[in-house]
């Protein structure tokens, strides 16, 4: 018996934060490939933003999203290497309710095919807070491209069966 799909799609909102101290508007590849590709899905770009590596001021900015009812998923590009500057993981992971360890597992396991074993160096991580789904990808535009085509674009659309991120919003601040 397979899988019937009863549902129809269902745009999200969707921020994106690009963390570096180097990039602007202008030269952001990274955070403009993933406005592009959730557009290109079909999904709302709720805000996006360019913060420098700072804990505090990254902590900010993805606490007031979190705060955002309206933002129901933030996908953030830069910060997960391992040099002093990365600092993605210790400004984000303690905001989580939940990880979701899966993601940065996939996420190495197709970069591998792309980058080898440098892939090890990636922290790619995942998570939620307050209901919304926190998705934390390398700085590349290549990694974001993975990280999109591979894992989100489907994870995202509430039509894949049997089972996706999309479907379970309404679900995530359940106790």
């Keep these: 018996m397979g899988h019937h799909n009863h549902d129809a799609f269902k745009a999200l909102n969707i921020a ?8 602007t508007e202008e030269n952001d590849t990274s955070g ?15 805000d996006k933003k360019i913060v420098t590596d700072d804990v505090y001021k990254i902590r900010a900015v993805m606490s ?12 953030s590009t830069g910060g997960t290497g391992v040099t002093g500057r990365d600092l993605a993981p210790e400004a984000i992971e303690l905001l989580f ?7 940065g597992e996939m996420f190495r396991h197709y ?22 789904y926190i998705f934390c990808l390398p700085g590349s535009s290549g990694a974001c491209k993975t990280g999109w085509d591979k894992i989100l674009k489907s994870q995202l659309d509430i039509t894949t069966k049997p089972c996706n991120f999309a479907v379970l919003i309404p679900r995530l601040l359940e106790t």
């Design 16 to 23: 994106v934060l690009t963390l570096s101290d180097t990039r």
């Design 32 to 46: 403009q490939l993933l406005v592009e590709r959730l557009q290109t899905a079909g999904h709302h770009l709720a």
């Design 64 to 75: 007031q999203w979190i705060a955002d009812e309206s933002v129901e998923v933030v996908i």
């Design 97 to 103: 309710d939940r990880t979701i360890d899966g993601f």
């Design 111 to 132: 970069s591998f095919d792309e980058i080898g074993v440098s892939t090890v160096q990636s922290r790619a991580f995942a998570g939620t807070a307050n209901g919304t």
